[in-house]
């Protein structure tokens, strides 16, 4: 099984739509985090979570939402979907205590049309 | 503020030629990580490398190279011998080291390795 789990991996939709993407983790490790990638801009940091009750914006928070409903899970939301959310998403995992860099899931491919 | 450059928007080499991606950053924390991650045409990210500012030992893996230079601010990743397989788009990335949830990411350098 992979340690950083991402679904769906592909998802197509519509302007307006709620969307929602999770994350989902087999290693315990108590911090997740969530980014885009866009041609050209590489990766840029959406929210970051500590544990389940300490979740952090990052460089590029507005539009989006996230949910870390328990250790094991962090979910990312885009509660009205525009055309310019269209990129690849991922979702990664770090551990305090064993100070590993962070480790990042197969992403998330995004577009709204 | 922190900010990683990369260059090198895209490099084309013919396989067995060497190439270097380069990689300068900025900082003003005297103590701070630096990465370099690969993505794969399948789009995963695989990381490669940490350093610490530290140390300013060069790094050997194989193909890989890393030379660290804090007097140029610069982490150069030189593949030695490229094959197809090395094809990928090259990120490096650089953290606080107090701070290593906030990943800043270079935009990429995306090498093409033809045979």
């Known amino acids: 099984d992979a340690d950083v789990t991402q679904t769906p991996r592909n998802r197509i939709t519509k302007t307006g739509k709620r969307i929602m993407l999770e994350c989902s983790q087999t290693k315990g490790h108590d911090r997740m985090y969530w980014y885009r990638q866009d041609p050209g801009l590489g990766l840029r940091l959406i929210y970051y979570s500590f544990d389940v009750k300490d979740i952090n914006k990052g460089e590029i928070s507005d539009g989006y939402s996230v949910s870390r409903q328990a250790q094991a899970k962090f979910s990312l939301s885009l509660e009205s979907a525009i055309p310019n959310q269209t990129a690849l998403y991922f979702c990664?995992?770090?551990?305090?205590?064993?100070?590993?860099?962070?480790?990042f899931g197969d992403g998330t491919r995004l577009s709204i049309l | 503020a922190q900010k990683v450059t990369q260059a090198q928007t895209e490099i084309s080499v013919v396989e067995k030629e060497d190439v270097t991606l380069d990689c300068v950053y900025e900082t003003r924390d005297t103590t701070y990580y630096l990465f370099w991650y690969k993505q794969p045409p399948s789009g995963e990210l695989v990381f490669l490398i940490r350093?610490?500012?530290?140390?300013?030992q060069n790094e050997i893996s194989g193909r890989y190279s890393w030379n660290f230079q804090k007097s140029t601010s610069s982490f150069n990743f030189t593949i030695t011998a490229s094959q197809v397989v090395d094809s990928a788009v090259y990120f490096c990335a650089l953290s606080e080291a107090w701070n290593t949830d906030k990943l800043i990411f270079g935009t990429g350098t995306r090498l093409q390795v033809f045979p």
């Open positions: 990664a995992i770090s551990d305090r205590i064993s100070n590993q860099p962070q480790h």
């Open positions: 350093r610490n500012s530290f140390d300013e």
